[in-house]
């Protein structure tokens, strides 16, 4: 008995140690940077930014699949990425929901004009120039697009809506026909016509003639993109790539090179793209469809909050908990004397086990987090008040010190985890709730309130329990008064 | 100790008093819905110096928005205030014409900035959502607690105690929220969503405790009434049932005095909630187990309904 529970303290204090260290702000004893890649996450309430939830809304008024929505979301993800946000939010939500989170953005105008954008994906001709992954290039297309979203926008702002999808068609005809002389030629490639921020490649066909796009494997087992073309386009594409077998061809998303696969055979209706791992595979083949579908994103809500607002908050939060854990920490000492002292020790390990596990999980701290997780502090005392009880009860009942001590605890035990999974069920559920309102604001209460009940059945049981037992051990608690026990009611006792 | 479980009476008819002037503000005022649940713009906005609300009130009406209503929000040194309208775009023109035609009345603090926006029909499946979400957590709750007290004579029993007593207390939050929002002009947001969850939560969780004192008490035989084991089960964890929520309460209260005034009303419904919550557990959960096992439930029931004591109801006593 006695060696367990030397053991146990001993992993409760390298455990508390760990997670002080992993609280602990700054860069001090930060062995392999692992702290600065484990910051504590900030909700936009906290340090200001831009929350919007887009809804895909198909031009034809159908319906998008999930496939096209997940692609859209790839899709902003590089965007936003472009923007050069730390810690940007993308997920999709519901069937044809995406919410954006963009913390610290200072000019919201801008962003959401840049997340609105539809995809436009491209093939172009190299035209000698070695591509690869990643590359930002210029097309012939989005040079189109450009000129004439500035003729449509300087005249009459009201001309603009109904130019764009007319604008699309007129420049992928455009463009087909422009490949035309260029492929019958089998000289080698003109250098394309440069412009100051580097060449514009040729659009050889653009998503709009893109009809499909699906990861698959092949004969050999390897994993490969398909694709299917239109049937305008399938004769543009096969012209292009029987003429340049043996070359590279370039694959565009909004600028972007995504894939530069060298041309292997003509291609016509349907072709592959292979070399790739699964995860590519389906990444490319989402991409390529968002890219070809181009799915209009409308703005459903949106917040936008300001960053000292945020600032403001967190100070007042952090001096609301401190108070607050200060204050319970006194009721606590003056209430229970030792065994009171002892769960203040155990709030303060769960206060830095929690806080660390917001930062390893990694939870997103919000104002409502903030205020779930001091409300779990009042949680995390109720297990040990709890315990306390009972233990009393247990001397009064004549009981010695530590048969007392593990009765109180065991009989404490079924209401202690009736109780918190009653609220883990609420937390569940809130969380459920919160997936829907497009707002990690209530997700963020309910994962952080889970998580503090988690971590308090942990200490009442666990840490108190083995601090109570070693003092026991060590005859540091001979006394019942040090329990709480009444002066008169031991003397009631010392009597029958 | 005062015999509680007694006077169960007196306890109903408290709650009754409390519950009517709740339920009667529900039905006739009924909520301050948020822009959370209808869609629209809720614009806060802060100027170095004060400025006339009328005047604010004037652009926006001038920019095709008459509805829209601004109040001065936080210390009045702060010169801080709130627009709540129709939608606006983040953005749209129309927000950059309004931003420019508001910087005209004063000088604006863009950091301090924030405007929340929710269209219409997310609003609508918002309000859906929170009535699914309620629900939800009442039927798994119930399921759980009819798990947990399976070795008992009617474990269904204590669940829907438990759910009675739980509505009870989100009746007042929700009560006193219509009242604040009928004198006070106070909206319910979703974080008002969560805190009504969350005191479901509370209220169970404080209720379990008592009814785990419940199951313990019967299976030892401590006493010879089931009104007897209630009276000594509550006695019992009165002490433990105070004690957590003064430190939940004293959370609470630090959040509230001294947290920010964003979080203020979300605090203030979990502060009745506790308080509600508590006193349910005690005398109201408790003493609806006692009056059905003394069968006066059943009784009042078939007054009601004018109907003769069902024989299975006489026979069942124990």
Redesign the interface.
């Known amino acids: 008995m006695r060696t367990r529970n030397w053991w146990m303290l001993g992993f409760i204090v390298l455990l508390t140690l760990s997670s002080v260290w992993v609280v602990l702000p700054g860069t001090v004893l930060d062995i392999g940077g692992f702290k600065e890649r484990h910051p504590i996450r900030e909700g936009l ?1 906290l340090q ?1 930014g ?1 929350q ?2 887009m809804e895909a809304r198909p031009p034809d008024g159908g319906s998008v699949d999930k496939g096209t929505l997940d692609g859209t979301r790839d899709t902003l993800e590089r965007r936003v990425n472009a923007l050069g946000v730390s810690e940007p939010l993308i997920q999709t939500r519901g069937g044809n929901q995406i919410v954006v989170e963009l913390p610290g953005v200072s000019n ?6 840049v997340l ?1 954008q539809t995809a436009q994906l491209e093939v172009i001709d190299p035209a000698g120039y070695s591509l690869s992954a990643g590359m930002q290039v210029q097309t012939s297309l989005s040079q189109q697009r450009e000129a004439q979203d500035a003729a449509a926008a300087s005249p009459s ?1 009201g001309a603009s809506p109904a130019a764009s999808p007319a604008a699309t068609a007129a420049a992928t005809a455009a463009s087909s026909s422009e490949v035309g002389p260029v492929l019958g030629e089998t000289a080698p490639t003109p250098t394309p016509e440069s412009t100051a921020n580097g060449p514009v490649f040729t659009t050889i066909i653009s998503g709009t003639d893109l009809k499909n796009a699906y990861a698959t494997t092949d004969q050999t087992g390897a994993w490969v993109v398909a694709f299917e073309l239109q049937s305008g386009a399938a004769d543009t594409f096969y012209n292009y790539t029987s003429q340049h077998i043996g070359q590279q061809i370039g694959f565009v998303l909004d600028g972007t090179v995504i894939s530069a696969p060298v041309l292997r055979n003509a291609i016509g209706a349907q072709g592959q793209i292979d070399g790739m791992s699964a995860t590519e595979a389906q990444n490319l083949a989402l991409q390529l469809k968002a890219g070809a579908l181009g799915v209009p994103l409308q ?11 945020g600032r ?2 967190v100070d ?2 952090l ?3 401190i ?3 200060g ?2 920490a006194l ?2 000492i003056l ?1 229970y004397r030792i065994p009171g002292v002892l769960a203040v020790l155990a709030l303060l390990i769960y206060t830095s086990i929690t806080l660390a596990l917001y930062k390893l999980i990694p939870v997103t701290l919000t ?2 987090g903030i ?2 997780f ?2 779990s ?3 995390a ?2 297990a040990n ?2 315990i306390f ?1 009972r233990l009393k ?1 247990e001397l009064r009942s004549g009981k010695t010190l530590a048969r007392s001590i593990e009765a109180g605890f065991d ?1 404490a035990w ?2 202690i985890r ?6 883990m ?6 969380y ?3 997936q ?4 990690t ?2 997700t963020g ?2 994962l952080t ?1 889970f998580v503090g009940v988690a971590v308090s059945l942990f200490t009442a049981i666990t840490v108190t329990r083995t601090f109570l037992r070693v003092m026991v051990d060590w005859g540091m608690i001979r006394n019942p008064w040090w329990l709480g026990m009444g002066r008169l009611e031991m003397r009631a006792m010392a009597g029958d | 100790m005062e015999h509680i479980a007694s006077r169960r009476n007196t306890w109903f008819a408290l709650s009754a008093a409390l519950l009517i002037p709740c339920i009667l503000a529900l039905i006739i005022h009924g909520l301050n819905f948020g822009i ?1 649940f209808t869609g629209g713009s809720a614009w ?1 906005i802060r100027y170095t110096d004060s400025v006339d609300t009328e005047k604010i009130v004037a652009v926006f009406a001038d920019n095709g928005l008459p509805n829209a209503r601004v109040q001065q929000v936080g210390d009045a040194s702060e010169h801080r205030y709130l627009i709540r309208t129709e939608e606006i ?3 749209s ?1 129309e ?2 014409k309004i931003t420019d035609a508001l910087g005209t009345l004063g000088t604006l ?11 219409a ?2 609003g609508t ?2 309000r859906n ?2 009535v ?2 309620v629900a ?2 009442s039927v ?2 119930l399921l ?2 009819a798990f ?1 007290f399976r070795n008992t004579q009617r474990p269904f029993l204590y669940g829907i105690a438990a759910i009675i007593a739980m509505l009870h207390d989100a009746l007042i939050v929700l009560g006193v929220f219509s009242i604040l929002g009928w004198l006070f002009d106070v909206e319910v947001d ?2 008002f ?2 805190a009504l ?2 005191i ?3 209220s ?3 209720t ?2 008592v009814f ?2 419940i199951r ?1 008490n019967l299976a030892n035989r401590v006493a010879s009434s089931f009104e007897e084991i209630v009276n000594y089960s509550i006695a ?2 009165l ?2 049932s105070v ?2 929520s ?10 509230y ?4 005034s ?2 203020k009303n ?2 203030l419904a ?1 502060l009745i909630g506790v308080v509600a919550g508590t006193y349910s557990s005690i005398f109201n959960a408790s003493q609806i187990l006692v009056a059905w096992e003394t069968h006066e439930i059943q009784n009042a029931f078939n007054r009601i309904f004018r109907r003769k004591q069902s024989p299975s109801a006489t026979t069942r006593a124990a």
């Open positions: 309430d200001g831009l919007v939830l919201p105008e801008q962003a959401v004009a609105q702002p703005v459903v809500s949106s917040q936008t909050v300001g960053p000292s607002l403001d908050s007042r939060s001096l609301a908990g108070i607050g854990l204050a319970v009721f606590m209430y104002l409502p205020a779930g001091i409300l502090i009042g949680m005392v109720d008040v709890l009880a009860e009989h079924p209401s009736d109780s918190n999974i009653s609220t069920i609420t937390c569940a559920i809130l459920w709730f919160g829907f309102t497009g707002a604001i209530i209460f309910a309130l | 959370d806060e775009r983040e953005g023109e927000k950059k603090v863009p950091e301090d900035e924030s405007l929340s926006t929710v269209g029909s997310v499946s918002i959502r929170s699914l979400a939800a957590a798994g709750i759980y607690i947990a979703a974080l969503i969560t969850l969350t479901i939560g509370f169970v969780h404080d379990i405790v785990d004192r313990e019992q964890t002490v433990r004690n957590t003064l430190t939940v309460l004293i959370t609470l209260a630090a959040l005095l001294f947290g920010g964003s979080t979300f605090v979990l």
